[in-house]
């Protein structure tokens, strides 16, 4: 069973492994960037970065009508449930869990938490799951560049989902540097062009990374899927 991958425009993605729908960072309403809309998405499960509006997004009320699952760091679990989701996974910074889809770690990630309300949302986390079939999947979140991305890259990427989009995350150039720490197979830019502040030229970024790392960069466009070999 392939794993399938959708972006949705800025950090929101869907993926399609072990015949469950993963919604990650799922943000459509307000999104500029989103070619559908919250009510139109499937979700067995909803991972969640961090407490930031453009990543917590619609979570609620798609947990709401699908019942699905949602998976963060404790404190979003905790302030989700005080929003009436009924079903939530915590995990925390370096803690790992097997899921029916597979095994899910929360990483570090450079950034803030808090939540639209202004809540404490704990740290931001990256994502790192091994799929049913063996494939290491890497989304930084919302982060900078830090040293231990290393750590992360000698778990030998097949996937790297990294933002790009300068100001809030990291730019193009550290992005690069994050390719050459985590050498993951593939690397997919996201977090751009949501918005004029974070505009980017992916493509060029992608050439970039094809004549100066080891990696392959694919430029996603948006609600189109796409399959990890
Ligand atoms: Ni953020
Ligand atoms: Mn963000």
């Known amino acids: 069973m392939p794993n399938t991958l959708t972006w ?12 469950y729908n993963l919604l990650i960072d799922p943000f459509f309403s307000g999104n500029p960037a989103s070619p559908i809309s919250a009510e139109a998405v499937n979700a067995d499960f909803i991972l969640i970065t961090h407490g930031h509006g453009d990543h917590v997004g619609d979570s609620v009320a798609i947990a709401a009508r699908t019942g699905a699952t949602i998976i963060s760091n404790f404190e979003i679990c905790n302030w989700l449930k005080q929003r009436g989701v009924e079903k939530t996974h915590a995990q925390h910074l370096g803690g790992g869990f097997k899921h029916p889809f597979g095994y899910l770690k929360l990483t570090l990630a450079l950034h803030g938490s808090s939540l639209p309300d202004g809540a404490y949302g704990g740290s931001p986390a990256g994502l790192l799951l091994t799929t049913h079939n063996g494939k290491k999947i890497y989304f930084g979140g919302d982060t900078g560049l ?14 790297a989902i990294l933002p790009i989009g300068d100001n809030f995350t990291m730019g193009p150039d550290d992005a690069l540097r994050a390719v050459k720490l985590l050498t993951p197979k593939v690397v997919i830019p996201i977090h751009y062009n949501t918005w004029s502040l974070i505009d980017q030229n992916a493509l060029e970024w992608a050439a970039r990374v094809e004549t100066e790392t080891t990696s392959q960069a694919v430029v996603l466009t948006a609600g189109q899927p796409w399959t990890l070999a």
């Open 146 to 159: 830090f040293g231990d991305m290393r750590l992360i890259g000698e778990e030998t990427l097949d996937l």
């Open 8 to 19: 949705y425009g800025h950090a929101t993605l869907g993926l399609q492994t072990a015949g």
